[in-house]
């Protein structure tokens, strides 16, 4: 039997091994790990008390009483160790809080790096063929969001994905690549060393076990984990259909906020934040704007110690008199933007400071 030619106890190869069964998706997954705990207890089980619960179909079953390909199993958790990664499996304290949600969870991550710490985070995804100022736009909101304490989540892709995460590394937070490929095989080819440098800034992660190639099917796919990472998606130039719009889709079912930047209107690569932008989504020019969108959301990712540090009245005095930019009002309080946004926001709901001049902000008491 399968549970004969390896070892499932081992966390590593029981995930592998549970993935690779044919016809046993998420759902299916997620109720028998209710039943049996853990992806070794499921297939260990036998048959007959499998069939006994009812739950899965012949064809299940069937995929289940055959189990995966051993060898298949055993190159692929030999392949995690030599590039150091690891497997999370569905419901493990680890796994990506967005993802468990979502219709479709992914049964298995395979993260190179750490998730750790990641929220609060931001999608930015767009075209393979940016122009020179969707590449600078992307890098810089990239880097900007990154310095202000938000991760970076992209798909690794050419164009603006790497411009996207190249950004980030420039920061202090983490940057986070979604593959549509197994690990082994980082596409497109070229970004290799980007690849590594995001690991150890971040992660690279896939739902697809190593040996997978980057099949067209596998992107829109992955999409999915992309937004559902995030906070927001931002689209920075991108086709009227592109994957980038996927993206923002997705985001929008999972309840997500999506945003756009504008472009020159006889640009085809505006054609796609243009449409989205017409449909509701927020139309931003910078991290600034992006920051102070997700500024209510966030809130709950500021530590209460570091609350106190920075009281409403704080930033009311600060702005007393004159107008202060969000960059400058942060330096005063010596605290990091994103932290201050949540705060900004408030102030601004209740009425006790007012924006004037793009992100710049005044007391209202001051100006009357």
């Known amino acids: 039997m399968f549970k004969d030619m390896v070892d499932l106890k081992d966390h590593t190869n029981a995930w592998i091994s549970l993935d690779l069964v044919p016809n046993i ?93 990641l929220q609060p985070a931001v999608a930015i995804v767009g075209t393979r063929s940016p122009s020179h100022y969707g590449k600078d736009l992307a890098q810089r909101m990239a880097r900007d969001l990154s310095i202000s304490g938000v991760s970076v989540v992209s798909g690794l892709a050419r164009g603006i994905d790497t411009c996207a995460h190249k950004g980030a590394l420039e920061g202090i937070s983490k940057t986070v690549g979604v593959l549509g490929s197994g690990l082994d095989t980082i596409y497109p080819p070229e970004n290799t060393e980007l690849a590594e440098k995001i690991a150890h800034n971040g992660a690279v992660i896939t739902e697809f076990p190593p040996g997978t190639r980057p099949d067209a099917g596998n992107f829109p796919r992955r999409n999915r984990i992309i937004s559902a990472l995030s906070t927001a998606v931002v689209v920075i130039e991108a086709a009227d259909r592109s994957g980038a719009l996927i993206t923002a889709r997705l985001a929008g079912e999972q309840g997500k906020m999506v945003m756009a930047v504008p472009g020159a209107v006889t640009n085809i ?86 924006k004037v001049d793009g992100n710049r902000f005044i007391s209202r008491s001051t100006n009357g």
């Open 269 to 354: 690569r505006s054609q796609g934040p243009h449409h989205l932008i017409r449909q509701g989504a927020v139309l931003v020019r910078d991290a600034q704007d992006v920051i102070m969108e997700i500024a209510p959301q966030i809130k709950g990712f500021i530590k209460d110690s570091e609350e106190a540090c920075t009281t409403g009245d704080d930033i009311i005095d600060i702005c007393a008199g004159h107008a202060m930019g969000i960059e400058d009002i942060a330096k005063e309080l010596n605290i990091a933007v994103v932290k201050l946004m949540p705060r900004i926001s408030m102030l601004e709901l209740s009425g006790k400071i007012i």
């Open 25 to 117: 998706g998420p759902v299916t997954v997620k109720r028998l790990l209710e039943i049996f705990k853990t992806p070794g207890n499921i297939l260990a089980a036998p048959i007959s008390e499998i069939k006994e619960l009812g739950i899965l179909n012949s064809a299940q079953i069937k995929s289940l009483a055959k189990g995966p390909d051993i060898d298949a199993a055993a190159k692929a958790s030999d392949c995690l160790d030599k590039l150091g990664a690891s497997v999370i499996g569905m419901g493990e304290p680890c796994y990506p809080q967005g993802l468990r949600h979502i219709e479709d969870p992914p049964v298995a991550l395979y993260v190179k790096g750490s998730l750790e710490d």
